[in-house]
């Protein structure tokens, strides 16, 4: 069965620090990864995907986030966190191309980035 | 503009009162989806769909259903609720196969449902 970990239920920064969120997986055959972010009383906004391709992702808001096969591990990064960017973030892992194939969330991480 | 309604925002209700949790989208979307999300779990999906008439469970299924009758709608239905089911719900559609570009789930602001 597949899984996501997200190890940190909650990750404190200073505006203006580099951010990370923490995420490993477990599927079988290629992942397809996302995170998602959802802001207070919002539903979840798509922010990147790792599909195939180049380990480093960009994405939405100056996120971008770091495939490592080896590690199984899909790390959302940002150079320098904004007091915007607290929000609770979800990683997940699909096990095919399709929408319809399987995709599991991790339990979320909450971000508090801090003046 | 492209988007996931669902309603309604807010909703408490008692054990065994019947209610449904509408989810419609405008962007002609063959695949819907509806989560549950509880502290610490993520998002669990209860059933989804990937077409008119095409419904199947997915990890957390019972005390629910759905129905897939038109592209746009996809409600979830409570027949008997239960305290245990009292969550926050998601609904999300997407392109079925989508290329590169449209391959992310869109999803509504959320139904905060309490059963009593």
């Known amino acids: 069965a597949q899984s996501v970990a997200q190890p940190e239920d909650q990750v404190n920064v200073a505006e203006g620090n580099p951010l990370t969120v923490k995420c490993t997986y477990s599927v079988s055959g290629n992942p397809y990864l996302f995170w998602y972010v959802q802001y207070p009383n919002r539903g979840l906004q798509f922010l990147l995907k790792y599909i195939t391709g180049d380990n480093l992702v960009k994405g939405s808001y100056g996120f971008e986030a770091e495939f490592n096969k080896s590690q199984t591990s899909f790390h959302l990064k940002k150079p320098s966190a904004l007091v915007s960017d607290s929000a609770l973030y979800f990683c997940a892992v699909r096990d095919g191309p399709a929408a319809g194939n399987k995709l599991t969330f991790g339990g979320g991480t909450r971000v508090l980035v801090k003046p | 503009e492209a988007q996931v309604t669902q309603n309604p925002r807010y909703l408490i209700t008692v054990t065994g009162k019947k209610l449904t949790v509408t989810c419609s989208q405008n962007?002609?979307?063959?695949?819907m989806s509806w989560y549950r999300q509880d502290p610490g779990l993520g998002l669990r999906q209860i059933y989804y769909?990937?077409?008119?008439?095409?419904?199947d469970k997915g990890d957390v299924p019972e005390g629910y259903k759905v129905s897939r009758k038109e592209k746009r709608n996809f409600p979830l239905i409570l027949e008997s609720p239960s305290p245990n089911q009292t969550s926050l719900y998601f609904c999300a559609s997407a392109v079925y196969f989508g290329t590169a570009t449209n391959e992310k789930l869109f999803f509504g602001s959320g139904t905060q449902l309490s059963v009593l």
């Open positions: 962007m002609n979307h063959e695949y």
């Open positions: 769909s990937m077409n008119v008439e095409v419904t």
